[in-house]
């Protein structure tokens, strides 16, 4: 099963740097960044679509529930709130937080939390929504209104729409975390959602705005179809 990415948002450098070395302790998390500040941090979880953030609550600009309100509280991504302070707690679970860490906590601290954590994130299993950024707004961009997918070394874009958003992740790892009998790899550097194929032609994948995209012959979507389209009919521009 792979990593769930990890985002640390802490202003602290010592908190922040301790945290980071106790959750790379684990082989079930990966530390996607760390952000310093609540702007900071706004950024890359728009850039980074990390599955869990670690989030203080009192950073210089933006604070925790600030990070929050401006995403729309909508729950993605998953978040435990690291704090010093006590009395935020009702607050943080009325937002859906996962947990709620007083500092400064010990790892085994850390661990039951995470130990907790973890399933639930993995319970919802495949990706349904993105958080991007385009023109200066943050977008939620739901899985199904992603046409294709195409990697870009440590980064892949997601046309949708008729627009290309950035993502920092690899194409393989977001393999993993898509539903696989809606979204289908096929090249080494592109994936598809099977909704948004009109037919199969020559070789290429044509989707319903016309995008052509070269299709490997092992791809599960080619097979059966080599010579001839999805539909039966010629490919169209």
């Known amino acids: 099963m792979s990593r769930v990415r990890a985002l640390i948002a802490e202003d602290e450098p010592l908190a922040r740097r301790r945290l980071e070395r106790l959750l790379r302790r684990r082989d079930d998390v990966e530390v996607a ?33 600030d990070v929050l309100r401006e995403i729309g509280g909508s729950g993605t991504p998953f978040v435990i709130f690291t704090t ?58 739901r899985a199904e209104e992603i046409d294709w997918i195409a990697a870009a070394d440590n980064y892949v874009y997601l046309h949708a729409g008729g627009a290309a958003h950035l993502v920092r992740t690899t194409l393989k790892a977001l393999e993993q975390k898509l539903d696989p009998a809606r979204f289908v790899r096929v090249h080494r550097s592109a994936m598809v959602n099977l909704d948004a194929v009109r037919e199969l032609a020559g070789g290429e994948v044509v989707l319903r ?29």
């Open 33 to 65: 960044g760390s952000a310093r500040d609540g702007d900071e941090a706004l950024a890359m979880i728009a850039t980074l679509a990390p599955d869990l953030v670690f989030l203080d609550i009192q950073m210089p600009g933006l604070g925790g529930f």
């Open 84 to 141: 010093a302070f006590d009395q935020y707690a009702l607050r943080a679970f009325e937002v859906h937080a996962l947990d709620y860490l007083l500092k400064p906590f010990d790892e085994a601290r850390l661990d039951a939390a995470l130990d907790r954590a973890l399933p639930l994130i993995r319970g919802s299993e495949w990706t349904q929504r993105f958080v991007v950024r385009s023109a200066g707004r943050i977008l939620f961009l």
């Open 209 to 237: 705005d016309g995008t052509r995209i070269a299709a490997s012959r092992r791809s599960p979507l080619l097979e059966g179809h080599s010579s001839q389209s999805h539909s039966g009919g010629a490919a169209r521009d």
